[in-house]
């Protein structure tokens, strides 16, 4: 499944915990349908020390999002909109925005 959404996209939640947060995304999965957003959906990790990591301790990461809980963000209206796949001049697919129908990819 080809998802609608790239790295670099800022996206807001949708639902759960973290909804209404902002954030760019810094991993797509494209396999489990996942996204990894900057500053969203934070989980401590408790680690080990090992030779890279000396100290060892409690890290606080990113935790991957489910696609279906964030939205891109429209940077015309500066809100969520849903998005859509059309041609450009050229004949190239460009992703689309619904609700003002910028495009949103160059």
């Given amino acids: 499944m080809s998802l609608r959404i ?3 996209d800022m996206v807001v939640v949708i639902s759960g915990k ?3 947060e902002r ?3 810094l991993r797509v999965l494209p396999e489990t349908e996942k996204v ?3 500053g969203v959906n934070k989980v401590k990790r408790h680690t080990r020390p090992t ?3 000396r100290e060892g301790g409690i890290i606080e990461k990113e935790a991957a999002l489910h696609v279906s809980k964030v939205m891109l963000l429209d ?3 500066d809100k969520p ?3 859509k796949i059309g041609t450009d001049k050229d004949g190239t697919k460009v992703r689309i925005a619904v ?3 910028t495009v949103l990819d160059g």
């Fill in 81 to 83: 909109t849903r998005v």
């Fill in 99 to 101: 609700k003002t129908g």
């Fill in 36 to 38: 990894i957003v900057e």
């Fill in 6 to 8: 790239k790295k670099d």
């Fill in 18 to 20: 973290s909804k209404g």
């Fill in 51 to 53: 030779p890279k990591n």
């Fill in 23 to 25: 954030g760019r995304v």
């Fill in 75 to 77: 940077t015309k209206s």
